[in-house]
């Protein structure tokens, strides 16, 4: 079983930068793809960032590209998402997900991964 746990999420100004971390235990981390995605009250799951289990493979949603940046320590078995120049539009709860199987669903998508966290709640305010 694997377990994800967010943290670092808070309450900032537009135009501020807020790290938030995911910590993974149990199973094999390294060989794990892993994603953010983020929902808002009364809006679907909203994929955000990937990167694959060889690092250097990422990917990121056409609204937070540039800003936004997804990085992983397995040494830690955390995966980081380093957000930049926060909007308003940014404000919703983030969940980190691992993907542990091999699948033909787009990585954006909700049901490519296995596990998720409980999310940590980001607010962007002018």
């Known amino acids: 079983q694997v377990q994800l746990v967010e943290s670092g999420g808070g309450s900032v100004q537009a135009g501020a930068s807020l790290r938030l971390s995911c910590a993974a235990s149990g199973g094999s981390f390294s060989s794990y793809s892993m994603g953010w995605f983020r929902q808002a009250p009364g809006k679907e799951r909203e994929f955000v960032a990937y990167?694959?289990?060889?690092?250097?493979?990422?990917f990121y949603a056409g609204s937070v590209k540039g800003r936004f940046t997804i990085s992983r320590d397995n040494a830690k078995n955390t995966v980081y998402l380093q957000m930049t120049s926060l909007k308003l539009e940014d404000t919703a709860v983030y969940y980190c997900?691992?993907?542990?199987?091999?699948?033909?669903?787009?990585?954006?998508?909700?049901?490519?991964?296995?596990?998720w966290g409980q999310g940590t709640q980001v607010t962007v305010s002018s």
């Open positions: 997900a691992a993907g542990t199987r091999t699948s033909v669903v787009p990585i954006s998508q909700p049901s490519f991964y296995d596990y």
């Open positions: 990167i694959a289990w060889s690092i250097d493979s990422t």
